[in-house]
């Protein structure tokens, strides 16, 4: 461990730095998770949610985003023992692929997950995230495939609250939108697709970001296959949708 680094660990366990977030009940950038404010969107925002998605059988869309790159994320795997697999990644940047997708659901309807997939080259100045014009034309794409009106539910990303996304939305007559309160993924379903990728991709080195794009495709292609998967990514979040009920 270098000498740097070693001063940095100690003046952090002096200071009490990141204490909560080792602990599980901190969040990133050392700001405490609000319990009473997610409390509160669970038992009141979340009713307005579902009475807005009620008139003519609008859909509610939990969006998220995420980001994949060359080097894989790390799972555990079988080997000989005493000898760990080691995978070997390039470490040059090599471009990144952002992909954002919904899950749309609605009382009596089965849930649906689409996706936007962007690849960002590598290069100097270059945008290596979704913007507001593309998360914007990933919900026009919703729109078009439910032919409904939508509630939409996301987080607080900078091209979700910006200006610009604001004069986006109010364009949509269609469109109503929710935010999720501050560090609360849990309450989003969309969380547990990218867990749910991104375990899939562990370990595994490809060599070309048009790869990694066809990787990524073919495993969100088949949880739209799966919709009993998807209904369980909505129940892990506690969320429940009511029921119709007969006349």
């Known amino acids: 461990m270098g000498v740097v680094r070693w ?5 952090c366990e002096i200071c009490g730095w990141g204490r909560a977030d080792r602990c599980g009940t901190g969040a990133p950038g050392g700001f405490e998770r609000d319990e009473v404010a997610v409390a509160a969107w669970k038992e009141v925002t979340w009713e307005e ?7 003519a059988g609008g859909y509610i869309c939990f969006e ?3 980001g994949f790159a060359r080097r894989p994320p790390r799972g555990r795997t079988w080997g000989r023992r005493g000898r760990t697999p080691v995978v070997t990644v390039s470490s040059r940047r090599s471009g990144r692929l952002s992909v954002a997708g919904p899950i749309a659901m609605r009382p009596g309807s089965r849930a649906r997950l689409c996706r936007r997939l962007i690849t960002h080259p590598a290069g100097k100045g ?6 507001e014009r593309d998360f914007i034309a990933l919900v026009d794409g919703v729109h078009y495939l439910v032919k409904a009106p939508i509630v939409l539910v996301w987080d607080r990303l900078n091209a979700h609250v910006s200006h610009a996304m604001r004069e986006l939305v109010a364009q949509r007559a269609w469109l109503t939108v929710f935010l999720l309160p501050a560090y609360s993924p849990d309450l989003n379903p969309v969380e547990w697709v990218w867990a749910h990728v991104g375990h899939s991709l562990a370990n595994l080195a490809v060599m070309a970001l048009d790869r990694l794009e066809a990787l990524v495709r073919n495993r969100l292609k088949r949880l739209q296959y799966r919709p009993d998967t998807l209904d ?8 429940t949708l009511d029921t119709p009920t007969s006349p």
């Open 7 to 11: 001063l940095y660990l100690v003046v």
């Open 49 to 55: 949610v579902k009475a807005c998605g009620r008139p």
């Open 64 to 66: 998220d985003g995420a």
């Open 126 to 131: 270059k945008r290596r995230s979704m913007g």
């Open 232 to 239: 369980g990514f909505i129940a892990g979040t506690g969320l």
